[in-house]
């Protein structure tokens, strides 16, 4: 059983529409992270987040830290095929020093 | 330029026959790490180092070893492969250790070792 869970796994949209992916757990983590990776790649970091409750937005891209710091969500506004990436969401358990990983979601935005 | 560097990039070889995938960062970080990744699976930590002569078990440290002799370089050892390794390996560095207070741990990547064992 994953430590983070993403959803969905797999999103193939049209460009211009938007989407929403989601990081949950049922641990609580000290901070979350989000990384995108392109093909022949190392993930390359995006943001992290560390308050509960925390916004941040990055361009289009707007980051979420649950209230609880439990789960997170990345929302991507009017999608752009640049976007197509596997988004990898990360954290830090409290009182932890290792980094978990979730599975990913693959997202491909069609021109 | 700051940089990770792993290598090979890619790698095939024979069940059994002992293997090292280096790793080197130019940005004197701290934390080092090896990932290996796969399909369904995500990133799946192998091994970390806190510091030189420091290191530990990951999520799936099983027939892998490491060392951190100096704080640039952690090789990846595989003593004996088994098909089982074939995998996208990855090496990660930050200037801090995750979790600590204050502290930037951002992950750098390296561009990664595709392995295959037959």
């Known amino acids: 059983t994953q430590l983070l869970e993403q959803s969905p796994q797999f999103l193939s949209i049209q460009e211009g529409e938007n989407l929403t992916v989601y990081c949950n757990s049922s641990?609580?983590?000290?901070?979350l992270q989000w990384y995108r990776q392109e093909p022949g790649e190392g993930p390359v970091l995006l943001v992290t987040?560390?308050?509960?409750?925390e916004v941040k937005k990055l361009k289009r891209l707007t980051f979420q830290f649950g209230d609880a710091r439990k789960d997170s969500s990345l929302h991507i506004t009017a999608a752009q095929p640049g976007d197509t990436g596997l988004y990898l969401c990360?954290?830090?358990?409290?009182?932890?020093?290792?980094?978990?990983f979730g599975e990913g979601t693959q997202l491909t935005v069609n021109p | 330029e700051a940089q990770v560097t792993q290598n090979p990039r890619y790698l095939i070889t024979v069940t059994g026959k002992k293997l090292t995938v280096t790793c080197s960062q130019n940005?004197?970080?701290?934390?080092m790490s090896w990932y290996r990744q796969d399909p369904g699976l995500g990133l799946r930590q192998i091994y970390y180092?806190?510091?030189?002569?420091?290191?530990d078990k990951g999520d799936v440290p099983e027939g892998y070893k490491v060392s951190r002799k100096e704080k640039r370089n952690f090789p990846l050892i595989l003593e004996s492969p088994s098909p089982n390794q074939t995998s996208l390996y990855f090496c990660?560095?930050?200037?801090?250790?995750?979790?600590?207070?204050?502290?930037?741990?951002?992950?750098?990547f390296g561009p990664g070792t595709r392995l295959t064992v037959t």
């Open positions: 990360a954290g830090v358990k409290t009182s932890g020093s290792r980094l978990t």
């Open positions: 987040v560390v308050t509960g409750g």
């Open positions: 641990s609580v983590f000290s901070s």
């Open positions: 180092s806190m510091n030189v002569e420091v290191t």
């Open positions: 940005m004197n970080h701290e934390y």
């Open positions: 990660a560095s930050s200037l801090r250790i995750p979790g600590l207070a204050g502290g930037s741990y951002e992950q750098y």
